[in-house]
Structure formats: C-alpha cells, structure tokens
C-alpha cells in the first residue's frame, strides 16, 4: 500500500485548507483509512476515519471544522480543513488498515503516508 499526501501548508487562523492522499496498491476491498497528526508536545492523535461502509469519525477537537471524503474510486483521500486554529499546527498523515472497521488504536494503522506540514499562526 502506498499513500502520499500533499496538500499541507501555512495559513493563518481561521483559513482553510484542504489535505489530499493519493492511495495505491491495496490487496483487499475492504479498509479503512484516516488522518493523524503529531505534535512534538501532544503526541499522536487520530483526527479523522472513514471506515470501508463509509462511517466516518472524528476527534472532538475538529467536529464541525474537518471533513474526511474519498472520490468515488477510492483512490484519493481528502481532509477539508475550515476555521483552522493554531492548536491544528502538526504533521498529518494519511493512514490505512485492512478490515472493514477502522482500527480502535493510532498503533494499529500498517500504512502510513509521508506526511504533510500543516502550521496555523495567529
């Protein structure tokens, strides 16, 4: 499996933006995908999942703010990004897992995109 995102970049808060994860080479009809971010000071925290029927989750801290969709083919992933705040300052990556509920834990995810800088300033 092979995931890139790209989309990332520096906005003021506020601002949007919108993270994209070209995805490839999955052996099984049935995964999950999601968005994680790391911060040096908070650690890894799943931001979004959308599970292989479709059901999607999302961190309390981005609920009304971020979408994760997927194009009809399932071969790009996308987190729409609205009122960013400076706590959304982080890394993200894109992330997969076979089976057809999404994992309960961030350790659980076997594939893992690059990840792409996303910084929010005053």
């Known amino acids: 499996v092979r995931l890139v995102e790209s989309g990332g970049g520096s906005v003021q808060s506020g601002g949007s933006l919108r993270l994209s994860c070209a995805a490839s080479?999955?052996?099984?009809?049935?995964?999950?995908m999601g968005w994680i971010r790391q911060t040096p000071g908070k650690g890894r925290e799943e931001v979004a999942t959308?599970?292989?029927?479709?059901?999607?989750a999302y961190a309390e801290s981005v609920k009304g703010r971020f979408t994760i969709s997927q194009d009809n083919a399932r071969k790009t992933l996308f987190l729409q990004m609205n009122d960013l705040k400076p706590e959304d300052t982080a890394m993200y990556y894109c992330?997969?897992?076979?089976?057809?509920?999404?994992?309960?834990?961030?350790?659980?995810?076997?594939?893992w995109g690059q990840g792409t800088q996303v910084t929010v300033s005053e």
């Open positions: 959308l599970a292989d029927d479709g059901s999607q």
């Open positions: 080479g999955f052996a099984h009809e049935k995964y999950c």
């Open positions: 992330t997969a897992e076979y089976g057809t509920w999404c994992p309960k834990w961030v350790d659980e995810y076997d594939y």
